[in-house]
């Protein structure tokens, strides 16, 4: 089994920044994927940035520029440095791991950009 405890969301101005945290734990071997989805009242969870094994990275539209994703193998943690947030950054934040064909979820964290 595989555990996510994501960590680092909060309330931030408009045009402030946010660093978001995500540990693995578990039955976690050989190659996995990692990436942060989020989810807006009344919309769909959506991917907001995704890191391979190989490192290789892919961001939604809506991140690219402001978001950076990156991976610590040794740590089993994946991080989403969000910057210049915009109200519409406002969501609960996932952290999703894929190994093979099985995917894990963490229990969320809440991002609210509001002045």
């Known amino acids: 089994q595989v555990q996510l405890v994501e960590s680092g969301g909060g309330l931030v101005q408009p045009g402030g920044s946010l660093r978001l945290s995500c540990a693995a734990s578990g039955s976690i071997f050989g190659v996995y994927a990692m990436g942060w989805y989020r989810q807006a009242p009344g919309k769909q969870r959506e991917l907001v940035a995704g890191v391979t094994g190989a490192g290789i990275t892919n961001y939604a539209a809506s991140a690219k520029g402001r978001f950076t994703i990156s991976r610590d193998n040794a740590k089993k943690t994946v991080y989403l440095q969000m910057n210049s947030l915009k109200p519409e950054d406002t969501a609960v934040y996932y952290c999703?791991?894929?190994?093979?064909?099985?995917?894990?979820w963490g229990q969320g964290t809440q991002v609210t950009v509001s002045s």
């Open positions: 999703n791991l894929v190994r093979g064909a099985s995917g894990y």
